[in-house]
């Protein structure tokens, strides 16, 4: 069947669609999420539905599991049938036991049997003491015979010698009704059942009374009976299949419901391991704890923080390493751009792995340097030795590349041990950084190393325990910082044989073939790991789904989502797998469903939650118009009872025309919100305000079995007015009249009461209220107005032995008051499926609104470490290492700013917390420069990362900015040298902003920070490396050229070379000729010195921002 694609919405009516067109919450742009398709034919093996309500979910295996949750559904209404049968005993023994004589014992017997086994059932399907296959397959139809049997019983043994047509067709109807709503069997067995238990019924009365009454039976009026009791289970087997229908496109609502709750469960899932993995692969797991923690705080509690949020802890006991790609230049001149960073990618995503490998946390990428650390954040006690097995492995790693290259290029390790404070500064384009005097020693180490080794210092030889054996490093004659501190440094040579166990039963084992290089396993298979056996790529992917962070959403006590990956690759392509998920789904909502009842009110069954029962009182059913059309099929039905009761009877043709009328102009109003554009505006309106007032519509279902009871009354009163004239003391009632069959009224009140549990959206109580109006009503009328049709019935059918008999008037209002029970009972199961189902969908609800607020943490995240554009690439993508993002740019404006004297101003000191407070202090900065980003005129200004105190930022890189202040679609060929270049002027503008706000920070914390700075302009290449750990930076010649400018720069300036100069004159900057400055790697370069502006900043779009470092030309 299709895949990924939105749930197909079966083209019937707006109601139909509307139920079942199921969608979910994947977003097309990213790319994110599942989509299954579910279709909803109009086709299946019942055909006494019409097509449009035949329904059955395609694929098969679909259909079966929800046949299988209907079952489980209607476990429970199994056992509100077998309440009935048992209310129907009571009835058969009050009936014998209150006029008790000899002759009613076998009844009673049979009635106290039936009672017995009801209980047994009941206890038995409670508490599930049979085997499932048999309460699945063999209750309903045990239930049915039982039922059957009770009524044959009762009717062969309490009217033995006075059968009359009428006898038991009510508890028949009842039953049949009963049937339909309760057994948990599909459509066509329960109206195969239905239809045999009334043919019998009817035959076993007809044939009965032929032979009772062989001398003076009445043809014509006993087929006129019969086919009243045929009208009367037509009429409840009509109403049962429609009750049946909208019962199972209840569930089947309910059950994509709980389909789409899966797929949002899956989303979710997928989303918090998106989101995971891309916060893990750039933050260690304690801070994006702490993240994730302000990220759900109230807006208002942020406000009241004195300072920028910090993340910042210090580490102890740590080893850091550097690492350093020797002959970098030499290969970027043989390669294009792309190819080197897919080189880089490839590399680093090897250098990734073997840091997982040997427990390093990888802290940034620096152009070609490498850095990562070793007992961060978990303390290990073999840091140092791994952190070397990390160094040796890197420079083998590195072979790979100089035999594909065919260049010279090695790796330079360093190594130190000691402590670190570890964390995050700014808000913007996060990043995981170190800072401390050891880390400063440990990147010296590598720029005082020698390629192809690895270089420690001594405070690593001491962690090391006699692991290696050294060499001398002589490293101070390599680097004057490690000269000036006396740093002792080694170089590490072959490992001893064997090398002992690490820590936590990680085996660090290296083997030799050679005298002095150890002999390492062939990277182009195993990405360069250190070990005898090799670990694939997929052995590491799968390592990292084991990864278990408590701080995000775990879900693996619902469902086990947390090891899907280990079940199921993809759902989208196992059906069968996700039907499984989805069955357990099923199941956990019907185990927690009776916790949901503590939220409701025991009696009246209320939600506790004024505001929880006020929307679920304007949820719209959509079956209400059905539901009102049961009533118009009752009345009819109704009144062709009364038709073959007593044709003459002109009232029964009143009331009949008049109460159908009334009854579909009820339903029209109640169709108009379904249909909307069947039918008129105003119409609607009134019907849309009618579903969500509760009131109104309380009143609305009011009226429609109040012109059903009344229809019944008035026909019961005019029947009896219309007979006045016969004198009821005569020895006979008139023959082929309603006196002469009074219980088909009682019959036609119990169709009135299936009308009314046919009501949806209205409470238990409203049912009870009009229930109780039907059978009062009924009630009075049988015992008062019409005691004396029903006493003469009585005389007349069981002459002697009235007196022994309860009387007729008594015994059919009972009976409608038992029904009455009975439906109540069953009123208030369907109220609490109805509000299970409601908390259900609310429940969906809340999971898709969990979903999108995910979704919104992850693309604030991302954002937060990736530039926008490049997050749309990522977000909600699967890629592997190789699969690259870049995007060469021409024409970019590069600047890097720096704090020189930070350095002299950080100390490890207890009174500054070890460095934390100097840190603190550098957080508020570079969060201040942040905030200058978000300024509409620098929106096309990207940061890139922090260095340390150096804050590097980039213009003209984000493609769906209007850069220039023109429209993207004009070509670049179009636009003038000025306009091009307005990002540019727009960086320098920045810069000098920095250069303003750091004044203000200086001023008002007593300081003299100052800042210096190195802009250039040309191209770039911009690109992340390694998809499983991100890393999105930008190279170039361009790139290393304003590095160097702001290396070579003064403070307090701002320098620039002579092309970005000459660009940035044309805008009114204001330059100071420095001279020539010799350049590493360039040689002698003239650069100049950016002072401000020389008039107000002018933009190519017309607007104008004066800037408070601006100099304004008064001339």
Known sequence: MPRNRDFSEPEHSAEYSADYSVSLP?????????????????????????????????????????????????????????????????????????????????????????????????????????????????????????????????LGLSFARFHEASDTVGWQAFFIFSFFITLPLRLTPIVLISTISCGIHTLVLGVTIAQQQQDSINGRDLLWQILSNISIYLCTICVGIMSYYMADRKHRKAFLEARQSLEVKLNLEEQSQQQEGLM?????????????????????????????????????????????????????????????????????????????????????????????????????????VCSILMGLAMVEAISYVREKTKTGVDMRVGVHSGTVLGGVLGQKRWQYDVWSTDVTVANKMEAGGVPGRVHISQSTMDCLKGEFEVEPGDGGSRCEYLKEKGIVTYLVLVPKQPLKNGINGVKLSVSSSHGNSPQLINTKECNGSINTTCTTPDETEDLDTRVVNPSFPNPRRRLRLRDLAERVVDASQNEQELNKLLNEALLERETVQAL???????????????????????????????????????????????IFIDPRLVANYVTFVVGEVLLLILTLCSLAAIFPRVFPKRLVAFSTWIDRTRWARNTWAMSAIFILTMADIVDMLSCQQYYSVVNVTTSELPVGTCVENPKYYSYIAVLALIATIM?????????????????????????????????????????????????????????????????????????????????????????????????????????????????????????????????????????????????????????????????RFLNEIISDFDALLDEPQFRCITKIKTIGSTYMAASGMTPDVNINGYNNAVKKEDLSDKERWQHLADLADFALAMKETLMNINYQSFNNFMLRIGMNKGAVLAGVIGARKPHYDIWGNTVNVASRMESTGVMGNIQVVEE??????????????????????????LTYFMKGREKQGSFVNGSSVTLPHQVVDSS
């Open 26 to 154: 994947s977003d097309p742009e990213h790319g994110v999420g599942r989509t299954h398709e579910v279709t909803v034919r109009s086709s299946g093996s019942c055909l006494c539905l019409p097509r449009f309500m035949r329904l059955t979910f395609a694929p098969e295996s679909l259909e079966n599991l929800y046949q299988t949750y209907f079952r489980r559904q209607r476990h429970e209404t199994l056992l509100v049938l077998v309440v009935f049968a048992a209310l129907f005993d009571c009835y058969v023994i009050i009936m014998c036991t209150v006029l008790y004589t000899p002759d009613k014992l076998p009844p009673t017997l049979a009635a106290s049997v039936g009672l017995a086994l009801q209980i047994l059932l009941f206890v038995l399907c409670k508490y599930e003491l049979l085997p499932d296959r048999v309460t699945r397959k063999f209750m309903p139809y045990i239930l049915w015979i039982l039922i059957a049997a009770q009524i044959f019983c009762y």
């Open 596 to 642: 949901k009842g503590k939220s409701t009110y025991r009696l009246s069954m209320r939600f506790i939650e004024p505001e929880m029962e006020t929307r679920y009182s304007v949820e719209k059913e959509k079956q209400s118009g059905a539901a009102f059309s049961c009533s118009c099929v009752v009345l009819f039905f109704t009144a062709l009872v009364e």
């Open 759 to 919: 009501l949806v959206q209205v409470s238990h109580m409203v049912k009870l209220t009009l229930m109780l109006m039907i059978t009062g009503a009924v009630g009075v009328v049988n015992i008062y107005a019409w005691r004396h049709i029903f006493d003469k019935y009585d005389e007349q059918r069981f002459r002697e032995n009235t007196s022994s008999l309860v009387p007729s008037k008594y015994s059919m209002t009972v009976m409608v008051f038992i029904m009455m029970l009975s439906f109540y009972y069953f009123s208030r199961h369907v109220e609490k499926l109805a509000r299970t189902l409601f908390l259900w969908k609310i429940d969906v609800h809340d999971q898709k609104e969990r979903v999108y607020e995910m979704r919104r943490w992850n693309e604030a995240l991302v954002a937060n470490m990736l530039p926008e554009h490049v997050a749309r690439h990522f977000l909600g993508s699967k890629k592997r290492d190789e699969e690259l993002y870049s995007q060469s740019y021409d024409e970019i404006g590069v600047m890097f700013a720096s704090l020189p004297n930070f350095a002299d101003f950080y100390t490890e000191e207890s009174i500054n917390n070890g460095g934390i407070e100097c840190l």
């Open 1060 to 1085: 970005t100069q000459l660009v940035l004159k044309e805008y009114g900057f204001r330059f100071v000729r420095r001279g020539h400055i010799f350049v590493k790697g360039k040689g002698e370069l």
């Open 280 to 384: 893990l692969s750039i933050l260690p797991k304690h801070v994006a704890d702490e993240m994730l923690k302000d990220m759900k705080k109230d807006p208002s509690q942020k406000e009241m923080q004195q300072f920028n949020t910090m993340y910042m802890y210090r580490h102890e006991n740590v080893s850091i390493l550097f690492a350093d790609i020797v002959g970098f230049t030499q290969l970027s001149s043989l390669c294009s751009a792309h190819e080197l960073v897919k080189l880089l990618n490839e590399l680093f995503a090897r250098f990734d792995k073997l840091a997982q490998r040997y427990h390093q946390l990888r802290i940034k990428i620096l152009g070609d340097c490498y850095y990562c650390i070793c007992g961060l954040p978990d303390y290990r006690e073999d840091h140092a």
